[in-house]
């Protein structure tokens, strides 16, 4: 029973890619597909066209005219002629085909990944159907055809058996059961694909993440100056191999099953041409021959086409769900105007596979027009607390409330929409400056060129753009043949775009980590003059950064422990002054601080929570 049910999987499954892909050929090149379906029928019908006529010429043969003998070998001639003419015309057709769906299925494919949510980009789940689905892109392309082929083949052999039947009913049924054993043997070949495609995908997945960090330009640098490129070369090596030695005992399988298939039809075959020439004309016997012949191309094209067919369904369906058009779609993010707040209330996160929450209690306020630093030693939960505002992880308890309403309550791009984010994995967009900062404003059609040197402004980014030859038309990237930009220069860049998008609330994970201090203090001027309309939250480990700020959260195993002002927490002993400790004493070299300051002095006390 879990047999048939599996091939039964394989049928649907197969009937379900066929459709799909057939449907997205229709829609992308619809001429090109009809072009290949004439030229697909036209090519089933030729063997039976050649066994009719070398009967016909056969029989004309006894007949006193001349004249009927050469029309019907002119024919014949023109069939077999034309027969060859139109397979090269077929493979012509199915390149076209494939070459005017290319963009289609790939643009397809980018679109799904960009309307992904990050908290879905996070997941392995999804990183493994992303993989999967791009690489069955070449499946996809070739399925149309492969479903042609398919009928095609039913065609051929059908047409093969009406044209014998006249001479010989046996022979016309030994020929249609001569299909069979090829399709049972693509069939079982077909599952033996399918289960080699799963040990394989994710190690070859594996093998092009080595190679990649070989070509990829900054991870080939560096690379490069370790000199220890090589030892990713070994590790894909190691794999590849172990997908050589996969693809081998496939390949063994495959020529057993193809050769008792083949044998079996050969044995039906054979036995067509003896029942043709023992009981039957001559002209039948002969005409038989060119049938058989003719079957036999047909045999192993119905049995390919429908292991091609099979075997590729898996992968064609894989694609087809994970580009398959969302319930409520929504292709632009709303970037939200005005002014908004947000306020987390007792936010609880853990982690899977862990005891202890990442986040525990948590509640922070940012109104417009306020700077709110979060600081901490590295896993103290300051990342956490932005992802869990941002809705990148799942929360366990509390809630986080932006622009007055309930986070949980907004759809992932809507939510995403009040945010302008930077972090500290800053992405370094190797377009034109222009496009590189247009990326912040989902849907820009490039008609804000005033904003977009207001946002380098801001950046403290204008005048090296200014100084390059096609400013915001120039390319970055040395290896596109462009402009290279330094780690800070790129970090004021994305910060560029954070200015552009505009959005009411602002989180900066460590927006100046790449960048001097005289820019940053520059940087922050500005930032200061802006946050009037904006709530800005800003993660930072520099002292100097937080003297910025309207109010520091102090983070520590998950907890907010302290917060007040930058003069407030730094007066009085706490985990704040531990963390900063060194800063400070290293930018007053003879250690000199003044005594922590007692509450009863007048200065409004650190609040611990």
């Not at 995403?416 to 994995?425: A, I, K, P, R």
């Not at 910060?495 to 940053?520: F, G, H, K, Q, V």
Request: hydrophobic fraction near 45%; aromatic fraction near 6%; glycine fraction near 8%.
């Amino acid at each position: 029973m879990a047999h048939r049910t599996t091939h039964n999987d394989a049928f649907t499954s197969a009937w379900r890619s066929c459709r799909g892909s057939l449907q997205m050929a229709w829609h992308a090149a619809p001429r090109s597909l009809l072009r290949l379906s004439v030229l697909r029928l036209v090519q089933s019908l030729i063997p039976a066209a050649q066994v009719w006529l070398v009967a016909a010429v056969v029989e004309s043969m006894t007949m006193t005219s001349s004249t009927t003998i050469i029309v019907m070998v002119c024919a014949l001639g023109v069939v077999v002629v034309g027969g060859q003419l139109i397979f090269a015309l077929q493979s012509q057709a199915a390149d076209r085909l494939k070459q005017d769906m290319t963009p289609r299925v790939q643009t397809r494919l980018a679109r799904s990944v960009a309307q992904l949510s990050p908290r879905s980009m996070a997941s392995q789940e999804t990183s493994v159907k992303v993989s999967v689905a791009r690489a069955a892109v070449a499946e996809v392309l070739a399925q149309p055809d492969r479903a042609l082929s398919v009928v095609a083949a039913a065609l051929t052999g059908l047409a093969l058996f009406v044209s014998l039947f006249r001479f010989n009913v046996w022979a016309g049924l030994l020929v249609l059961v001569s299909l069979v054993p090829p399709i049972v043997t693509f069939n079982r070949i077909a599952a033996m694909n399918i289960a080699r495609w799963r040990a394989v995908a994710t190690r070859d997945r594996l093998a092009d993440y080595y190679t990649e960090q070989l070509v990829y330009q900054r991870t080939a640098t560096e690379l490069s100056t370790l000199g220890t490129g090589e030892q990713l070369v070994t590790l894909a090596d190691g794999i590849r191999r172990d997908v050589r030695m996969i693809q081998l005992a496939y390949l063994k399988k495959v020529e057993r099953a193809e050769l008792l298939g083949n044998a079996v039809s050969a044995v039906l075959l054979c036995g067509a041409l003896a029942v043709l020439f023992l009981n039957g004309s001559l002209a039948g016997a002969v005409g038989g021959l060119f049938g058989v012949v003719g079957a036999i191309g047909a045999t192993r094209l119905a049995g390919y086409s429908v292991g091609q067919v099979l075997g590729s369904g898996a992968q064609v369906g894989a694609y087809l769900d994970f580009t398959a058009p969302s319930d409520t779609p929504d292709d632009v993010m709303p970037v939200h105007s005005g002014t908004a707040s947000v306020h987390t209330r007792d936010l609880t996160v853990r982690y899977p596979n862990t005891t202890k929450p990442a986040l525990d209690g948590v509640s922070i306020t940012a109104q417009p027009g306020e700077l709110v630093a979060l600081v901490g030693a590295n896993g103290a939960g300051k990342t956490t607390c932005v992802n869990a505002i941002l809705g990148l992880v799942q929360t366990e308890g509390g809630e986080v409330i932006i622009g007055g309403e309930r986070a949980d309550a907004m759809s992932d791009r809507r939510r995403l929409g009040y945010f302008g984010l930077l972090s500290q994995e800053f992405g370094r967009y190797e377009l034109t400056v222009g496009e590189a900062i247009r990326l912040g404003a989902p849907g820009d059609g490039g008609e804000r060129v005033a904003d977009l040197w207001s946002a380098l402004t801001a950046a403290r980014l204008a005048d090296l753009v200014r100084a390059m030859p096609n400013q915001l038309d120039q390319q970055l990237g040395q290896q596109w043949g462009g402009i290279g930009l330094s780690g800070g220069e790129w970090q004021r860049l994305a910060l560029a775009r954070i200015y552009y998008r505009n959005a009411p609330i602002w989180i900066l994970d460590e927006p100046t980590s790449a960048i001097d201090a005289e820019t940053e203090a520059s940087i922050f001027r500005e930032l200061r003059e802006h946050k009037t309309g904006h709530a800005v939250i800003v993660v930072s480990h520099r002292a100097s950064t937080l003297q910025s700020a309207d109010r520091i959260h102090v983070f520590d195993a998950g907890h907010v422990v302290q917060q007040g002002t930058f003069d407030e927490l730094i007066t009085v002993d706490g985990r704040f002054r531990e963390l900063f400790d060194e800063q400070l004493i290293t930018a007053n070299p003879l250690g000199a601080r003044e005594p922590a300051t007692p509450a009863s002095s007048g200065h409004i006390p650190a609040t611990n929570s």
